[in-house]
């Protein structure tokens, strides 16, 4: 990893960042000799910032000597991810009104896709999810549209970690075929969900581009409702939310 230290940055904060984000993509373990290749630092610069990081509860040593994530970051994910959803509600309001159906919003989180906030339909008969929840990703609209931002050899790691439950017919259930629908996303710039949670159920789903973290936000309903004429008018919209919902959490971050 190239030295890359920002006008009036802190050299040493910035080779945090740079370890935490790497431990965060190998599935959140690393060994220090994996740490030293893929950063291009010196082993003992890593190991004195992991000591801190360690002493402070943002890192651990296993047993078997390799470093993983520690539990001070849950606290500050969550902070995150609550001010991710904050942000992103007007635009999953203005889905609602617009669409009728319900909207959410999800992140990556530890292999998984976590939903940070929703806004529900007001038909009788709707899609509910609580944010918090944590799905897998192979299955839903969110979690596929974050899997195609992610590289083939990645989106295998994730599933090897995390498997492949099917919970309906309709889920996929072979990385290789995962691969395949992902190549398609990518072109068509949207996933669909159709009934691989749950059946009689379709979403669609974009990719927020240059989100800090990969994000995503979706529609979902019944299928009755949620069909080829409602994707007409949804895949625009969704694109709309996304590029404001970009807009705004770059304005903030200050990217």
Do not use: W
């Amino acid at each position: 990893m190239a030295e890359r230290t920002a006008p009036g940055g802190v050299q040493s904060v910035e080779r945090v960042f740079d370890l935490l984000e790497l431990i965060t993509d190998a599935g959140g373990q690393m060994m220090l000799s994996e740490l030293a290749t893929a950063s291009g630092l010196p082993g003992p610069t890593i190991h004195r910032l992991l000591r801190t990081l360690a002493a402070k509860g943002y890192v651990r040593q296993l047993a078997n000597r390799r470093y993983a994530l520690g539990p001070r970051l849950v606290r500050l994910g969550e902070g995150a991810s609550q001010q991710m959803g904050a942000m992103a509600r007007g635009e999953l309001t203005r889905l609602v009104d617009q669409l009728g159906e319900t909207a959410n919003i999800a992140v990556i989180d530890s292999d998984m896709v976590l939903y940070v906030a929703q806004v529900a339909s007001r038909h009788s008969m709707r899609m509910f999810t609580e944010a918090g929840r944590r799905a897998h990703m192979h299955d839903t609209g969110v979690g596929k549209a974050i899997l195609a931002q992610l590289r083939d050899e990645t989106v295998r790691a994730i599933v090897a970690r995390a498997g492949m439950p099917t919970p309906t017919s309709r889920s996929i259930g072979n990385v290789d075929d995962l691969i395949a629908e992902l190549h398609v996303i990518r072109e068509r710039g949207y996933a669909v969900d159709d009934g691989e949670q749950e059946i009689g159920v379709r979403c669609f789903a974009m990719a927020v581009p240059n989100a800090p973290t990969p994000t995503a936000i979706s529609v979902s309903g019944p299928v009755s409702r949620v069909d080829d004429s409602f994707a007409e008018r949804a895949v625009p919209l969704l694109r709309e939310a996304a590029e404001s919902i970009s807009r705004n959490v770059n304005l903030v971050s200050g990217g």
